[in-house]
């Protein structure tokens, strides 16, 4: 298996898990604001989560799956 599909096989497991991070924070984000608790942490974690998965899609990460 060569560097190209190695980084492209832990591109697309990154991405895999940061869609689930923001899946699992969006849920959280309503299970809080069900029971009227803040959920403003859940909500910039889930924007930052989502910004470094819009990174990795956009391949402007990709110099990280080279190593």
């Not at 849920?27 to 989560?49: C, F, L, M, P, Q």
Request: hydrophobic fraction near 40%; proline fraction near 0%.
């Amino acid at each position: 298996m060569g560097r190209d599909v190695l980084g492209d096989e832990a591109q697309r497991t990154v991405a895999a898990f940061l869609e689930r991070c923001v899946a699992y924070a969006a849920s959280s984000i309503d299970r809080k604001n069900e029971r009227g608790e803040d959920a403003s942490d859940w909500e910039a974690y889930r924007a930052h989560t989502a910004f470094a998965l819009d990174e990795v899609r956009a391949g402007r990460l990709d110099a990280w799956f080279d190593g």
